[in-house]
């Protein structure tokens, strides 16, 4: 008789355990959604340093040329423009930029111009005539866009330190 009840115990056991793993079960779904808006940031610049210009020797008839940069950072496929301001001794338009250079003490002006082409021909303006437009590559990795300064040669002229600060704007 002991040996028919356990048996029958042991049965009962695994018909109550497979009664229990028969669960019930719904489902539903929800969803997942993100929204990228356009955005840029000017991620780091580069002056334009010329170094020293001699309007007496090697400027008299050489203009000095040096380089900097602009990294613009957007997101993958926008087509930004990116303008440069007159400086804060501009006399000219957006059109046809007239840079200058101010020496501290003397309050003196040193001309100068920021080109978009290492030509130095396409002056590098904050309008639609001559801003410079690129379509970003990649969402994480800026565009480096080359800032091309020159000094035309031949300005008369004293001594002294000269400088002048240019803003990048990036519009999208």
Not at 5 to 11: C, F, H, T
Not at 52 to 63: A, I, K, Q, R
Not at 129 to 142: G, H, L
């Amino acid at each position: 008789m002991r040996k028919i009840s356990l048996s029958i115990a042991i049965a009962g056991l695994f018909v109550a355990g497979s009664a229990s793993a028969a669960v019930s079960t719904a489902s539903g779904n929800f969803n997942v959604t993100a929204d990228v808006q356009g955005s840029c940031i000017v991620t780091s610049t580069t002056d334009i340093a010329f170094g020293t210009y001699d309007p007496s020797s090697v400027n008299f008839s050489t203009p000095l040329d040096q380089a900097g940069s602009v990294d613009v950072r957007c997101i993958k496929g926008m087509s930004p423009t990116v303008t440069l301001d007159q400086g804060q001794n501009g006399t000219g338009s957006c059109a046809a930029p007239a840079r200058a250079m101010k020496e501290a003490t003397s309050s003196e002006l040193l001309s100068y111009d920021i080109y978009s082409d290492s030509g130095r021909t396409a002056a590098w303006g904050c309008d639609a005539s001559n801003d410079v437009a690129f379509t970003a590559a990649s969402s994480t990795t800026a565009t480096t866009l080359t800032t091309y300064g020159r000094i035309p040669a031949g300005q008369d002229v004293g001594l002294g330190s000269f400088s002048d600060v240019v803003t990048v704007e990036v519009a999208f």
